[in-house]
C-alpha cells in the first residue's frame, strides 16, 4: 500500500492521517498542499491510498471506490499501524469522501479528533438525500472545514442538519468543495488552503490525549 509520511522540522504535537477524495490520489496538488502546509505548522501528516486507488498506479486505470465496508476495514488497518510506530495523540480525516469514511470510525477508534476537507453531506445532486445521521451522534471532536458554494454542501444546506455539538464547522468565502474560490472573492485558492492549514494546526494543537 502506498505510503507518505510527511514531518515536521521539530518533533511533531500531533499527527494527522488524511485519506484523500473518491477521485483523486493521495499526491494530488490539494493534498500535497495540506500535508507540507500542516508538517510546517507542527503536525505530522500521514497519507496512504486506498486499494482502488492503489491499484490505478498499477495499470493506469480509472476505477471507482472500494465498497465501504472495505474502505472502513482498510482505515482500521491503517489507523493500527500507524498508532504502533507515533507517539502523542492521533487524529484522522481527509478530503470529501476519505474524511466522510473517517467520520464513520472516528468513535469507534477512539482519535484524538476527527478533520474533514470539503464534506460529502450529501451526493452530487441529491440535497434532499442528506448523509448526516451519524453526525448528530458524533463524540469526537471534529472540525469542518468547508467551502460556502461546496456542491456538496452549502452553507445555506448545512445549516438545516443537526449536528453534534463536538463539531466545529469553518467556512471558506465563496470556496467550492475544493475549497477554491471565485475570483471575485478576493481570495486565491492558496490562501484558502493556508488558512485551512493554520485551523487544522490551531484545531489539533487543542487536542490532549
Not at 502546509?37 to 500521514?46: K, W
Not at 445532486?125 to 452549502?154: C, F, M, N, S, Y
Not at 445555506?156 to 471565485?182: F, M, N, R, T
Request: with cysteine.
Amino acid at each position: 500500500m502506498p505510503w507518505q509520511w510527511d514531518e515536521p522540522p521539530q518533533a511533531a504535537s500531533s499527527t494527522l492521517i488524511l485519506a484523500h477524495g473518491a477521485g483523486a490520489p493521495m499526491d494530488s496538488p490539494f493534498m500535497q498542499a495540506m500535508a507540507q502546509g500542516l508538517a510546517e505548522r507542527g503536525v505530522r501528516v500521514v497519507r496512504f491510498e486506498f486499494a482502488y486507488m492503489a491499484q490505478r498506479r498499477v495499470d493506469g486505470r480509472k476505477r471507482p471506490p472500494n465498497p465501504q465496508a472495505q474502505l472502513l476495514q482498510q482505515w482500521r488497518d491503517v489507523h493500527a499501524q500507524v498508532r504502533h510506530r507515533v507517539t502523542g495523540p492521533v487524529a484522522i480525516g481527509g478530503k470529501s469522501m476519505g474524511g466522510r469514511m473517517a467520520s464513520l470510525l472516528a468513535d469507534e477508534l477512539e482519535a484524538s479528533a476527527l478533520v474533514c476537507l470539503g464534506y460529502p453531506f450529501y451526493a452530487a445532486g441529491k440535497p434532499e438525500k442528506p448523509r448526516v445521521a451519524h453526525l448528530a451522534e458524533l463524540r469526537t471532536p471534529t472540525l469542518i472545514i468547508q467551502g460556502e458554494r461546496d456542491a456538496l454542501g452549502h452553507r445555506e444546506a448545512v445549516a438545516g442538519y443537526e449536528l453534534s455539538a463536538a463539531i466545529e464547522l469553518h467556512w471558506l468565502q465563496a470556496a467550492d468543495h475544493d475549497l477554491k474560490p471565485l475570483k471575485a472573492s478576493g481570495f486565491s485558492h492558496e490562501q484558502h488552503l493556508v488558512t485551512a492549514a493554520e485551523q487544522i494546526a490551531a484545531f489539533l494543537g487543542r487536542m490532549k490525549h
